[in-house]
């Protein structure tokens, strides 16, 4: 890492000067073999939906005459081109997102209109799994950023407390303001994740469990992402979680002064 000028903070101006030039060094080395991973992963994670969609349509070929066979791979075939359609979507945003102020325009937004917005994007995955998503709180001042990132965020992390909490379930979502920051808060009655794990799921890629993951449709990026846009919004995300107890994911969000400017900025969550 490029910790090193850490350890000679009473170094004489001249040595800390080169010291500082080779810790800058170290950091563009540091950037640059983060980049060659993220390509090398990317490749690795987008082989196995092209494989798959490979297979799949040559077997349909093979299958010609068989109709029950025929139906029964295109169906197959079709889920892993959705597959591949939301790892490529999650990819081209996760680049975006790295890159310097992706935020250029942004402006007032009100928070309860982008959970509202989150919430209803998840609807009917919810339904599906008969799970009920109560929101609950309000927030009065607006944060200022990009509408259509923070909800982004969001529908990420409600995504994942729908996709990972079994049938029957609840999964809340609580807004409140404090200390000039708004909290958004979003908590499932699923697994849970490891302590010892709970850093790492904010890596690109890094998943608790492989199966799961692919099973439900994740594509290993959407914690990424969050942790990308509060990071263009000066935000932050954490977590609690015990395994056994279920998860909250919070985002927290530096808030306007102007009270005055959430309905002065009005429409921009939607
Ligand atoms: P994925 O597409 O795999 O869900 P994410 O980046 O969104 O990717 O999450 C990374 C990993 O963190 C997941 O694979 C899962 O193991 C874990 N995770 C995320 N959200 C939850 C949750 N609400 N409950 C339990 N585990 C979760």
Redesign the pocket.
Known sequence: SGGVVLDVRVAPIAEEYILLLADDQTEIVRAQSVRNDFVANVSHELKTPVGAIGLLAEAIEDAADDEDAVRRFASRLHKESVRLSALVQDIIELSRLQGADVVTEGRPVDLNRVVAEAVDRNRTPAENRRIEIVVGGRVERPVFGDPDLLVTALR?LVD??V??SPEGTRVGVGLRERDGMAQVSVT?Q????PLDEQDR?FERF????TAR?RQTG???????IVKHVMSQHGGEVGVWSQPGRG?TFTLRIPQLEDAGAATGGAGAAG
């Open positions: 990420n994942n407390a996709r990972y499932d699923g697994p849970g994740i799921i890094y998943r608790v469990d993951s994740g594509t290993g990026l959407g914690l990424s998860s």
